[in-house]
């Protein structure tokens, strides 16, 4: 019923809206990582292998990415510990309650991630709110120094970030679960945790993966938390990136290392959907 | 619909613990939204318990701050204008995802909802690097560019999922009834569209607000919020941030309350694990 002028009308403008501010800069960021930095500071368009080279040669860079990789899956586990409870809870249990608890697990979403994180270091801090909680009541006579810049920091604060971003999909689908399964489940004697563990976790496992994705990839690729609260300790791969677009100016080795993220979460991406491909019953 | 497993001592225990867990988790989640708010009016600045002194101090030195208000402008233009861009592309993108066949339609979708899911980092460089290459003056501009492209998705995603349930027989009436295309477009397609566009609208002003990651590569001279509050946090803690963040925390829960409503109204669907879904999946 649509000609072809309607059509053309409203693929032609996002087409090329996306193709220049979304599939150009990424094939750019491609090309750059095979430039090169001339010794006066300057990009030089020609193609080489080293930035690649210098990738497999420095340990730095390899030890940065496991790092951030660890952060990034502990993240991602206890996100999944603190959330599937949550979700469970409020779709199974909450009754009445559950659209107020729903827009509880939302509203620190609305928060800032950045005053969130910053809320966290004043926390944390050797005269932040924790410690001198515990000096004012007698529990430790000197401020914990650890806790504050150094990957705990950076696992916390992501964590309670991500936290109700990997509960929303696996809420979603323990939600579309039919009870009835659940019901017939406990008629035929099923126990309670025969019927989690063989009815409704194998149902929800597109909502976990879901979550679990999105908690590791956003996690890997974030610089602002070790930034703040991470300390030396804490150096994430992000901020290696960040500072060879910045002070250390070389774009191209910088373009590189994004290039293999990039790459990476794609791989995660296409694995993620795969699996979820493999559990999804509808 | 509550499943009653009482009948069951195991069971019943185990609700307990899933209680407490639930309560345990919302005290994590909410312990330093509360610091945030106690902290903006404790005289002693922020850190050291208990609080005490309690003063407006901050906020009244936050309403003398300029380059705060100036920043808080800036932010608001940008996420205007990044709603403008995302939901014009959007809306196309969607009508063109729902009607149209073209060759890389899969590529095409996979890549509008890439930014949701990559960090940011990466498309931040990726478009720095457009703008270095094309000699454009990184500015507001730029931030605007980068923030309408990468939140297109949300509208499309909203959109989209609104076109599905779009009953067709209404604008192929109107079609047949001698309307033209542009007209059955305005007068019909949009206004039956118009709780997703309009909650899409929401969400991608209250992201644009907050973004970082893709503003700190493409910053010029003005700085947005987000990117005024970083400037002030690497130089040490200002209680002042703490009155900004608690005013737009009030200001937050208004809109979510606005947007919830919005959402019940459609049908209560959780919009933002959708997003998480079709970000991870590409569909």
Same mark, same amino acid.
């Given at each position: 019923?649509?000609?072809?002028?309607?059509?053309?009308?409203?693929?032609?403008?996002?087409?090329?809206?996306?193709t220049?501010?979304?599939?150009?800069?990424?094939?750019?960021?491609?090309c750059?990582?095979?430039?090169?930095?001339?010794?006066?500071? @300057?990009?030089?368009?020609?193609?080489?292998?080293?930035?690649?080279?210098?990738?497999?040669?420095?340990?730095?860079?390899?030890?940065?990415?496991?790092?951030?990789?660890?952060?990034?899956?502990?993240?991602?586990?206890?996100?999944?510990l603190?959330?599937? *409870?949550?979700?469970?809870?409020?779709?199974?249990?909450?009754?009445?309650?559950?659209d107020?608890?729903?827009?509880?697990?939302?509203?620190?979403?609305?928060?800032?991630?950045?005053?969130?994180?910053?809320?966290?270091?004043?926390?944390?801090?050797?005269?932040?709110v924790?410690?001198?909680?515990?000096?004012?009541?007698?529990?430790?006579?000197?401020?914990?120094?650890?806790?504050?810049?150094?990957?705990?920091?950076?696992?916390? @604060?992501?964590?309670?970030?991500? @936290? *109700?971003?990997?509960?929303?999909?696996?809420?979603?689908s323990?939600?579309?679960?039919?009870?009835?399964?659940?019901?017939?489940?406990?008629d035929?004697?099923?126990?309670?945790?025969? @019927?989690?563990?063989?009815?409704?976790? *194998?149902?929800?496992?597109p909502?976990?993966?879901?979550?679990?994705?999105?908690?590791?990839?956003?996690?890997?690729?974030?610089?602002?938390?070790?930034?703040?609260?991470?300390?030396?300790?804490?150096?994430?791969?992000?901020?290696?990136?960040?500072?060879?677009?910045?002070?250390?100016?070389?774009?191209?080795?910088?373009?590189?290392?994004?290039?293999?993220?990039?790459?990476?979460?794609?791989?995660?991406?296409f694995?993620?959907?795969?699996?979820?491909?493999?559990?999804?019953?509808? | 619909?509550?499943?009653?497993?009482?009948?069951?001592?195991?069971?019943?225990?185990?609700?307990?613990?899933?209680?407490?867990?639930?309560?345990?988790?919302?005290?994590?989640?909410?312990?330093?939204?509360?610091?945030?708010?106690?902290?903006?009016?404790?005289?002693?600045?922020?850190?050291?318990?208990?609080?005490?002194?309690?003063?407006?101090?901050?906020?009244?030195?936050?309403?003398?701050?300029?380059a705060?208000?100036?920043?808080?402008?800036?932010?608001?233009?940008?996420?205007?204008?990044?709603?403008?861009?995302?939901?014009?592309?959007?809306?196309?993108?969607?009508?063109?995802?729902?009607?149209?066949?073209?060759?890389?339609?899969?590529?095409?979708?996979?890549?509008?909802?890439?930014?949701?899911?990559l960090?940011?980092?990466?498309?931040?460089?990726?478009?720095?690097?457009l703008?270095?290459?094309?000699?454009?003056?990184?500015?507001?501009?730029?931030?605007?560019?980068?923030?309408?492209?990468?939140?297109?998705?949300?509208?499309?995603?909203?959109v989209?999922?609104?076109?599905?349930?779009?009953?067709?027989?209404?604008?192929?009436?109107?079609?047949?009834?001698?309307?033209?295309?542009?007209?059955?477009?305005?007068?019909?397609?949009?206004?039956?569209?118009?709780?997703?566009?309009i909650?899409?609208?929401?969400?991608?002003?209250?992201?644009?607000?907050?973004?970082?990651?893709?503003?700190?590569?493409?910053?010029?001279?003005?700085?947005?919020?987000?990117?005024?509050?970083?400037?002030?946090?690497?130089?040490?803690?200002?209680?002042e941030?703490?009155?900004?963040?608690?005013?737009?925390?009030?200001?937050?829960?208004?809109?979510?309350?606005?947007w919830?409503?919005?959402?019940?109204?459609?049908?209560?669907?959780?919009?933002?694990?959708?997003?998480?879904?079709?970000?991870?999946?590409?569909?």
């Open positions: 019923m649509f000609s072809r002028a309607y059509r053309a009308a409203v693929t032609v403008p996002p087409l090329v809206w996306v220049v501010f979304l599939l150009i800069p990424y094939l750019l960021m491609f750059y990582s095979f430039w090169s930095v001339s010794m006066a500071q @300057t990009v030089v368009h020609s193609w080489t292998l080293d930035n690649y080279r210098e990738l497999l040669r420095v340990n730095v860079y390899w030890q940065t990415l496991f790092r951030s990789m660890w952060i990034a899956a502990r993240v991602m586990l206890f996100s999944l603190l959330g599937y *409870p949550l979700a469970y809870y409020l779709s199974f249990h909450a009754a009445r309650r559950k107020l608890l729903y827009q509880l697990v939302i509203i620190p979403l609305w928060v800032s991630y950045l005053v969130r994180a910053y809320a966290w270091k004043t926390i944390l801090g050797s005269d932040g924790l410690n001198t909680l515990l000096q004012y009541t007698h529990l430790s006579k000197h401020p914990l120094e650890f806790l504050l810049y150094s990957p705990f920091a950076v696992v916390l @604060t992501l964590t309670h970030i991500y @936290t *109700p971003f990997t509960m929303l999909p696996i809420y979603a323990l939600e579309h679960i039919p009870r009835n399964l659940v019901e017939a489940s406990h035929l004697g099923g126990s309670p945790s025969q @019927t989690f563990w063989r009815v409704i976790f *194998p149902l929800s496992i909502g976990v993966l879901a979550g679990a994705t999105f908690a590791f990839v956003l996690s890997l690729g974030d610089f602002l938390a070790p930034l703040l609260l991470g300390g030396p300790s804490g150096i994430m791969i992000s901020n290696i990136v960040v500072s060879l677009f910045g002070a250390a100016y070389n774009w191209p080795l910088g373009a590189a290392i994004s290039l293999c993220m990039l790459v990476l979460v794609v791989g995660l991406l694995i993620s959907e795969r699996l979820e491909k493999k559990w999804s019953f509808t | 619909m509550e499943l009653h497993m009482s009948n069951d001592t195991n069971s019943s225990s185990g609700t307990r613990w899933l209680l407490v867990h639930t309560v345990a988790v919302f005290a994590f989640l909410y312990l330093p939204i509360a610091v945030l708010i106690v902290y903006s009016f404790n005289g002693e600045g922020v850190g050291g318990f208990p609080p005490h002194n309690l003063t407006f101090d901050w906020y009244r030195m936050l309403f003398a701050d300029a705060i208000w100036e920043s808080v402008g800036n932010s608001v233009v940008v996420a205007l204008s990044a709603v403008a861009i995302a939901l014009a592309f959007g809306v196309l993108a969607a009508l063109a995802l729902d009607r149209a066949q073209f060759p890389g339609k899969a590529l095409f979708r996979r890549l509008v909802l890439l930014p949701l899911i960090p940011g980092i990466i498309t931040g460089l990726s478009l720095l690097m703008f270095r290459e094309a000699d454009v003056k990184l500015s507001l501009l730029t931030i605007v560019l980068g923030h309408g492209t990468a939140l297109i998705s949300v509208a499309t995603t909203e989209f999922a609104g076109l599905q349930k779009l009953d067709r027989a209404q604008e192929e009436a109107s079609l047949d009834l001698g309307a033209s295309y542009w007209q059955t477009f305005w007068r019909v397609t949009i206004p039956n569209l118009q709780l997703p566009i909650g899409a609208a929401l969400l991608i002003f209250t992201l644009s607000m907050d973004e970082i990651a893709v503003s700190f590569f493409l910053i010029g001279r003005d700085n947005t919020l987000p990117l005024e509050i970083w400037g002030r946090l690497r130089r040490g803690i200002t209680p941030i703490n009155a900004i963040s608690t005013i737009i925390f009030v200001f937050s829960l208004v809109a979510i309350v606005i919830y409503r919005l959402r019940v109204r459609t049908e209560g669907r959780p919009a933002i694990a959708e997003l998480i879904e079709a970000a991870v999946q590409g569909n």
